[in-house]
């Protein structure tokens, strides 16, 4: 199975910041890494598709980018909705593993 | 637009077996894969497996041998049973609809399942 490695595992950060979160895949990802966001006590939501393709409804503040085995997400200026924890998956291995999370918190 | 519905029992004995179902309303079955994803308490999410709306399965090999998930299109619905639960399969459980190369794009709100005596 592939592994999916996030970094940082959270990030204390100030509205406005920048921030940037890594997945790294054990073995090659190709380029169907999908990002989602998860609000306390909400499900998880798709925010990013193949990488880099914003879905509809996504502010354009965030970006993924990537191939091979190293992959970014990132938000250009945070705002007070995006503290959240964010997840990284290879949708195209089997199983569809999900990396550890990453942690948005306020600073 | 799509919404997802999991329904079942919020409490399960040890060694029991756990049935759940989701309920789709708003778009059709085809031509999705229909996940079940769970989550422990304070945990990362962990994929149990998937069903096409055709009937083809595949699933998580850690949980191999005791999770079976099926398809109803005349209701609209999709099945996970999940047996032998101990208290490690304590968590939220969500359905969720799948494409294999972009994700699960529409969830349920998730239901938490404790297993306890």
């Known amino acids: 199975d592939i592994q999916m490695t996030q970094s940082p595992s959270s990030v204390s950060a100030s509205v406005g910041d920048r921030v940037t979160i890594t997945c790294r895949a054990s073995?090659?990802?190709?380029?169907?890494v999908a990002w989602y966001q998860q609000n306390p006590g909400k499900a998880p939501k798709l925010l990013i598709s193949?990488?880099?393709t914003l879905q509809s409804g996504v502010p354009s503040r965030f970006s993924g980018s990537g191939s091979g085995t190293d992959f970014t997400l990132t938000i250009s200026s945070l705002q007070p909705e995006d503290f959240a924890t964010y997840y990284c998956q290879d949708a195209n291995s089997f199983p569809p593993t999900f990396g550890g999370g990453t942690k948005v918190e306020i600073k | 637009q799509v919404q997802l519905q999991e329904s079942g029992p919020g409490l399960v004995k040890p060694s029991e077996t756990l049935s759940l179902t989701c309920t789709v309303s708003g778009g059709s079955l085809s031509p999705y894969y229909w996940s079940w994803i769970r989550q422990p308490p304070g945990k990362g999410l962990e994929w149990i497996g998937y069903?096409?709306?055709?009937?083809?399965?595949k699933y998580n090999a850690s949980l191999e041998g005791r999770v079976t998930i099926s398809i109803d299109t005349s209701d609209n619905q999709f099945s996970l049973k999940l047996t032998s639960m101990t208290a490690a399969d304590t968590a939220v459980y969500y359905c969720?609809?799948?494409?294999?190369?972009?994700?699960?794009?529409?969830w349920g709100q998730g239901t938490l399942v404790t297993v306890s005596s």
């Open positions: 193949g990488a880099s």
């Open positions: 969720a609809r799948t494409s294999t190369l972009r994700g699960s794009d529409s």
């Open positions: 073995q090659g990802a190709s380029s169907w």
């Open positions: 069903i096409y709306y055709s009937g083809d399965t």
